[in-house]
């Protein structure tokens, strides 16, 4: 069932972190002189949950995939079957491709974006820190640039810095926090975020909401956006 009107006030407190985001994971994403509560000048809001990273996935998928829509997954590990299953659990349509390795595959895989109405994201789950999938991200982002389809980046290990993150397009980074193994972060693209107010399936895994809660917190004074 849709969970709609969901206000920040029925959120648990417990599920995210005082903090805005960990000093750590900050400094690796970017280098720019920015505090927790500025992060967001980068064009990026972040969401920091005292869950693992199971949890920050699952509201991603439960919150930003419309319901008469699909989501691609790029099937690249074995972390699939997580991710299948929390689909099915929120009734999320969903259809596996495998990740092109030749100029034919990457050829057909642009064909399906041509007809890109039925998809509303693209998930890639995977080893950010590698070449070759950051080789393999980048020409995926160059297919995605012209559409409207967005991008979901699922970081097994560590975190995207944000520089590589804005050559890519990423919509949405899933990761890992830094100050402590049970914490997780969604990385978000503000113009995206505010596209999913109202979409969450389950009012636990609201992403939307759960963003309200970190504008409610940050101070008053709100400096222009720097992208």
Known sequence: MQQLGTT????????MVNDLLDQGLMALMSRQQLS???????????????????FALETVLSSVVPFEK????ISNDDTNIKII???EKHMVNYTIVSMPTTPEEWDELGKVFTNYRQFSHVLVSGDVSSDCDLSHLLQLGSYLENSRIGLILHCNKQPMILSDVRAIGVDYMICNGL?????????AKRSRLVQTEGTSRNSMFDLHGYWQKT???????IEPMTV
């Not at 920040?8 to 599920?15: H, N």
């Not at 100050?179 to 990385?187: I, M």
């Open 8 to 15: 920040f006030k029925q959120l648990p407190e417990s599920v």
């Open 36 to 54: 927790a509560e500025t992060f967001y000048l980068t064009g990026y809001e972040t969401m920091t949950f005292n869950r693992n990273l199971d």
């Open 70 to 73: 699909e989501l691609l997954i």
């Open 85 to 87: 299953n929390l689909c």
């Open 179 to 187: 100050g402590c193994s049970v914490t997780s972060v969604v990385l």
């Open 215 to 221: 504008l409610h917190r940050r101070k008053s004074g």
